[in-house]
């Protein structure tokens, strides 16, 4: 039972049975050490995954949109070609116009 409760501990330290750790700047989740920083598969943490189908890339542990896009309302969108967020998030272009260099047209 002890050998269990001290296995445990060690899981959660961030080191293996073994007892190895990662290198200072990199953490281990599931058994591989990554960089928190800008894993995309453990951003920030062990698990938090950016959905790179969604445009989100890891930049310094947070999930953001790739930098040719823009966080609206928690949607990576292209303001230079989207109608609901045409030059800026919010800006819904009028019925039967299209949005066009960030422009309404």
């Given at each position: 039972?002890?050998?269990?409760?001290?296995?445990?501990?060690?899981?959660?330290?961030?080191c293996?049975?073994?007892?190895?750790?990662?290198?200072?700047?990199?953490?281990?989740?599931?058994?591989?050490?990554?960089?928190?920083?800008n894993?995309?598969?453990?951003?920030?943490?062990?698990?938090?995954?950016?959905?790179t189908?969604?445009?989100?890339?890891?930049?310094?542990?947070?999930?953001?949109?790739?930098?040719?896009?823009?966080?609206?309302?928690?949607?990576?969108?292209?303001?230079?070609?989207?109608?609901?967020?045409?030059?800026?998030?919010?800006?819904?272009?009028?019925?039967?116009?299209?949005?066009?260099?960030?422009q309404?047209?």
């Amino acid at each position: 039972m002890l050998r269990g409760i001290l296995l445990s501990l060690l899981i959660l330290s961030g080191c293996d049975s073994e007892g190895a750790a990662c290198p200072i700047s990199l953490t281990l989740c599931y058994d591989k050490c990554v960089n928190t920083e800008n894993d995309n598969d453990n951003c920030g943490g062990c698990g938090v995954v950016c959905d790179t189908a969604l445009s989100l890339v890891c930049q310094v542990g947070v999930c953001v949109c790739i930098p040719s896009l823009t966080d609206c309302n928690g949607h990576c969108v292209d303001t230079s070609t989207n109608p609901l967020n045409c030059g800026a998030c919010g800006n819904v272009c009028p019925t039967g116009e299209t949005c066009v260099g960030g422009q309404c047209t």
